[in-house]
């Protein structure tokens, strides 16, 4: 059963990077039936995909548009992991930040496990 | 982005009885394989989403025989044949054709 832990700061301020890391026991990072998605979820925009990285022979990157140029996703094979970097936040940023596995032999997404969710507000 | 709109926004159901919500999609989610790239996810209170269904009628492992999606093209329902009150919880309709989006989700109480 693949397992994800989620960590980073639950506070950022305004125009610096909000930065999470999910560790995933149960599976690899490199899996080749495998993406490594974060997603977001706030009262004023929902549910929110942001992007994903995964292995097929070389690393993949796809990222929501609305973001697209703030998101970097980061595997570390090493730690058996990956990372969330979104620059210059604002407040509209503030949401519960979730990392899940997608199981890409069922659908292209396909989201069968998640981290526990963190919390990130961006204030001074 | 596909835009997903599911209704009702809300639901109050007796234990026993069916339920049943809706979501339209404004693009047709059926693949040129013949899928319709449409996936449902309930979220319990506290919890992180849990998937239940996925392109469009396939249950996922451990999901409950009450539970069925159906639909083709830019409508869809899910249908569960007899609500228990572990069921409760908002209901998310997500389209996979491009990248990801939600609908709002629909909430669901027991009466």
């Known amino acids: 059963q693949v397992q994800l832990q989620q960590s980073g700061p639950g506070l950022v301020k305004p125009s610096q990077t909000l930065s999470l890391t999910c560790a995933i026991s149960g599976d690899s990072v490199s899996s080749n039936n495998a993406a490594w998605n974060w997603i977001r979820q706030s009262p004023s925009r929902g549910l929110e995909w942001l992007g994903r990285t995964y292995y097929r022979s070389k690393w993949y990157n796809n990222y929501a548009v609305s973001v697209k140029s703030r998101i970097t996703i980061n595997p570390d094979t090493s730690k058996n992991q990956f990372s969330l970097q979104l620059n210059a936040v604002t407040p509209e940023d503030t949401a519960v930040y979730y990392c899940a596995r997608g199981d890409t032999t069922k659908d292209p997404y396909y989201f069968d496990s998640w981290g526990q969710g963190t919390l990130v507000t961006v204030s001074s | 982005d596909i835009v997903m709109t599911q209704s009702p926004l809300s639901l109050t159901v007796t234990p026993g009885e069916p339920a049943s919500i809706s979501c339209r999609s404004s693009q047709s989610l059926l693949n040129s394989n013949g899928f319709n790239y449409l996936d449902w996810y309930l979220q319990k209170p506290g919890q992180s989403p849990q998937v239940l269904i996925y392109?469009?009628?396939y249950r996922a492992s451990g999901v409950p025989d009450r539970f069925s999606g159906s639909g083709s093209g830019t409508d869809f329902t899910l249908k569960i044949s007899r609500v228990e009150a572990e069921d409760v919880g908002v209901y998310y309709c997500m389209q996979v054709l491009q990248s990801p989006t939600f609908g709002q989700g629909t909430k669901l109480e027991i009466k």
């Open positions: 392109l469009g009628s």
